[in-house]
């Protein structure tokens, strides 16, 4: 009996060394029935409709071990996290990073978000869903300019929203570059407040050509006081590279929350100027976000977004390069375990060129669009 106490006692005694060793697995599936409707200027995409059974592209079903080690006084974390896309049949690394921190805050190596980025995906409560404002989803819905094709869409490719940004990057509320290879340094929360700066090269591996330097920065403030949460935000980031100057981008964005209610805003302004054009002027975009939702009896919440993405290029008189693309979206999300939710969600997304006359099949992948999007979907985590 004796014998038994003490290997017990032993085996509790190692616990804490396992744990400090063992890697957590985890995961995500996360599905939607999308039921489409574009109504184009293009001929052949006057009228598309289609439902189908995807993948959310805004955020991929995934799987991952992550775990960390403590050691004088400091942290060692990783993540190692592979998207699994079956609309697209693809298996891809998602994130891969360590994080090395202590008193004087963490170094971060590794794929993951730039630290831009992270705020728009903090403050748009949709950012989960077909409705998310970063609009990778809404871009399979939105056809280029049309072939000669009598069957709508036969061979032709999909145009990104991100074509129409100056710097080519995602998002209709805010500027979404997605995850990349990068080296971060995150400081300590002093009072509430924290900065986050990364380098990346826009995953960029080429020897030769154009290639750019992206130094993304966000300070934030968030506090929680007598029931409510208050958040301030700036981002600013500055690109450096062959064919491009005075590229940037700047924004500010703000979230409150109170008694179940939450309310987030956020505007970007973003520019950059081709120095392969004889005295060029900028091309320009400006990316603004307002969001609300609630929650109530702890497992409901509805949620409304607005984003809006205006883009001039300025070396063309009038109107001629002018668009503006806004998307409006509700939610309702019930969760019913707390690793497993449904939903429902209607989005709506409009593409407008100031100059009328280009709403037309003749322009390529210029031409006004509406395009909806209604989905029921299921995220479950584990």
């Known amino acids: 009996m004796r014998k038994l106490f003490v290997i017990t006692l032993g085996m509790l005694l190692a616990v804490p060394a ?13 599905r939607e029935i999308q039921m489409k409707n574009l109504d184009a200027e293009q001929t052949d995409s006057k009228e598309i409709k289609n439902i189908r059974s995807v993948d959310v ?6 799987i991952g071990v992550k775990g960390e080690y403590g050691f ?7 993540v190692l996290e592979m998207g699994l ?19 004087w805050g963490s170094i971060i190596a590794g794929q993951t978000y730039v ?3 992270m705020l728009g995906l903090k403050l748009d409560p949709l950012s989960g869903t077909s409705a998310g404002l970063e609009a990778i989803d809404i871009t399979n819905a939105l056809p280029s300019t049309p072939d000669d094709s009598t069957t709508p869409l036969v061979n032709e490719s999909y145009v990104p929203i991100k074509n129409d940004h100056a710097l080519g990057a995602y998002g209709i509320g805010y500027t979404y570059r997605s995850r990349k290879e990068l080296v971060g340094y995150k400081t300590p929360v002093i009072g509430g407040f924290q900065f986050y700066t990364t380098i990346d090269n826009n995953d960029d591996i080429a020897l030769a050509g154009k290639k750019n330097t992206f130094w993304s920065n966000q300070a934030s403030f968030e506090k929680e006081m007598n029931g409510m949460n208050l958040g301030v935000y700036a981002v600013y980031d500055i690109v450096s590279g062959a064919g491009m100057k005075d590229a940037s981008v700047m924004g500010f964005g703000a979230s409150f929350g109170m008694m179940g209610f939450g309310l987030t805003g956020m505007y970007t302004m973003s520019e950059a100027t081709d120095t392969d054009v004889a005295a060029a002027k900028p091309y320009e975009t400006t990316q603004m976000m307002v969001t609300g939702k ?15 993405m205006s883009n001039e290029d300025k070396n063309v008189a009038g109107n001629a390069a002018k668009n503006n693309t806004t998307q409006m979206a509700f939610a309702f999300i019930k969760e019913l375990h707390k690793n497993v939710s449904v939903r429902a969600s209607y989005g709506i997304v409009e593409k407008e060129q100031e100059d009328a006359t280009l709403n037309v099949a003749a322009v390529a992948a210029g031409g006004g669009f ?3 999007v209604a989905a029921v979907g299921t995220t479950i985590t584990f």
């Open 57 to 62: 592209a805004n955020s991929e079903s995934r």
């Open 72 to 78: 004088n006084d400091h942290t060692a974390k990783y």
């Open 115 to 117: 630290a831009g980025d």
């Open 85 to 103: 896309n079956s609309g697209t049949n693809t298996i891809g690394i998602r994130e891969s990073y360590v994080d090395m921190g202590g008193f």
């Open 294 to 308: 609630y929650t109530f009896m702890d497992t409901n919440t509805v949620a409304m977004t607005y984003g809006k």
């Open 18 to 30: 396992i744990a400090d060793v063992m890697p957590t697995i985890y995961g995500k599936v996360n």
């Open 370 to 372: 509406k395009a909806t």
